[in-house]
């Protein structure tokens, strides 16, 4: 193998494939970075078993061939090499010369046949859906999937394709949250389970724009196709909750509050709950007026905000931090939040718009913090 | 105590003095900031028992009063309350009531006798500096103070003030910074020894602009004075080492590079030599060109620079990263570095302009490593 490309190409490649490699990975080989040049272009790939990355660049290539580079020094160097013409070139034994400037680095690289092949998708069973869309449905349901390993398939969103909408739903057994997204040429109906950490990588890889890319699905793959870059992730296995039986539809009390003023007020209070256990604080919702009450040894907080209210009065407590988390990811400038008593969970909802849209539920405290 | 201020203000002091409250405190009264309410005045202060930080705002005291608040949750509310009036108001047992928008947050707070009195100065030793000068002259050294409690007296920087100059001298037994600026008003002839760990604070409140600024110095203490703030920190007791004769004045290897180009390649090269141990680089110094080398069971690197060069070839290893602190804090395009022998410290001096602005020295390591 022998190129020659350019520095901050390499570059954005190398940092593009790197998400895919685990934090702690006790096999060297899955630490590496595979280098493949054929004809003009230069494919870069990793892969933690669970999700891979696969980029392409342009390249001149001299002659053509294969390697496998240690991905966290291989990715240190290039990114002080951002305005220089790189070149690379192996030798024997898997010797690799990367010369830059008039200096150069010889390093000790892995041979190929050690890497994990890739899952090769050939599937027609795909969706398509605009990054900003795809982006932001991640965004609103990663954040509330199970942490702990008790239940391996609530670590991942369920996703529902089905007439013309992507929903995607987590759940960790205090709160709920589920999105919906418009996709586009698609007859497919078909769920799947997305490990929640494949989603945060691919989101990453995602900007705001509006343009349309295809998601693939085949048997236990999902497989993302950003054009110069293919990112395939493994499904889990296994039958996700029936979710829809957890949200009711039965609500007492029904108020409307402005996003930016609860989540500042949660903010201020919780400084005081979260130095206490569950980060408990209460509300109490009365007519035009959503009291929230926090306390710990070195004080009390008492945050008062103007609302529509509609219904019964309410005194409930929440874990502050599940309230948050979900005000977090909501853009619209009011929401609704329904309740039904002070043991039954709140459902936030837009206030305007499809009603549709999103949905965050939230399992309450008992009152005095036990729970 | 009754008082209303703009949160933007208080949170800036509450910055500000924030500063001087240590990491691990084990008295929690030296978590607190003192509040003091006179006249049209505000003064927040904070001390670690070495170094005391005071800042003064302006506010509508409606009865005057002095109080000491937690510091750190003191400091989380009001950084969330920078567009807001807030309203400061003391009530019996020491509890503090803290209003604001609609709503409100009762802190209990500490008993100021409990407070320890800072240090007040009446020196009329003083030297002026601009703010610009005594942060560069901070940023020069306190890198290279010694880290360790071996020997106390290196964990601080010699200020030798003589001559309408100050000159700040720091070393750890392998290195040794020094660095020089001219001071204004002042016939003062002192040496005093300060902390690093102060001056490090006190340059973050330093700014890069001409404005001149008043140092006290008596007894055991500095004090900084820059108006509404004003910084005292101990100095450090016991005589310095004699620095002068470390810094040798014969040399048989002299060379001219640019700095950046430099910085650089020792960057790249240290990537695999911070793999290995004291992060080993030899230097091979000759006609024209030096080349720096670095090697690790994963490669090795040959960096090449062109260079000015006169007097003998030299082989000589360093410990990357002591060359890399000293590059970093230099401004200049290019400098000089004078060796002698391979088992004698090179120094880093500026190229052009006055010799004598500063002065970096840097012990070899043993080829291969050993020491």
Do not use: H, W
Request: proline share 3%.
């Amino acid at each position: 193998m022998q190129v020659v490309c350019e520095g901050l190409d390499l570059c954005d490649a190398v940092i593009t494939v790197s998400r895919a490699i685990g934090a702690r990975t006790t096999n060297p080989i899955l630490e590496g970075i595979k280098i493949v040049a054929d004809e003009d272009v230069l494919t870069l790939s990793a892969t933690d078993l669970e999700l891979s990355i696969e980029k392409k660049i342009k390249a001149e290539v001299k002659v053509e061939g294969e390697v496998v580079v240690p991905g966290k020094f291989f990715s240190e160097l290039v990114k002080k090499l951002t305005n220089e013409k790189i070149e690379l070139k192996l030798n024997e034994n898997n010797l690799m010369k990367i010369k830059y400037t008039d200096s150069e680095t010889v390093l000790q690289c892995f041979p190929v046949y050690e890497f994990p092949s890739f899952q090769k998708l050939d599937s027609t069973d795909f969706f398509g859906v605009s990054k900003k869309n795809f982006k932001n449905l991640i965004s609103k349901t990663t954040f509330s999937v199970a942490l702990d390993d008790a239940r391996p398939i609530l670590k991942g969103c369920l996703l529902e394709i089905e007439d013309g909408k992507v929903k995607a739903v987590s759940l960790d057994g205090y709160r709920l949250a589920l999105s919906v997204q418009k996709i586009k040429e698609s007859n497919l109906s078909v769920s799947v389970v997305v490990p929640a950490k494949s989603l945060n990588e691919i989101s990453k890889l995602l900007d705001d724009e509006d343009e349309i890319i295809n998601i693939y699905l085949q048997r236990n793959f999902m497989m993302v196709d950003l054009n110069d870059c293919i990112i395939t992730t493994r499904l889990l296995e296994g039958d996700f909750i029936n979710y829809k039986q957890i949200i009711g539809n039965e609500f007492d009390t029904k108020i409307t509050v402005n996003k930016k003023q609860l989540e500042d007020a949660l903010e201020r209070a919780s400084l005081l709950s979260k130095i206490g256990q569950n980060n408990f604080v209460q509300f109490d919702l009365r007519d035009k007026l959503l009291s929230i009450t926090s306390r710990s040894e070195i004080g009390n907080a008492r945050e008062n905000l103007n609302i529509v209210f509609g219904g019964k009065e309410l005194v409930i407590a929440f874990n502050a931090r599940y309230f948050m988390d979900a005000l977090k990811v909501i853009q619209d400038e009011f929401i609704n939040i329904k309740f039904n008593s002070a043991q039954n969970p709140c459902v936030i909802t837009p206030f305007e718009g499809e009603e549709e849209r999103y949905l965050f539920l939230i399992l309450p405290l008992r009152p005095m913090g036990a729970m």
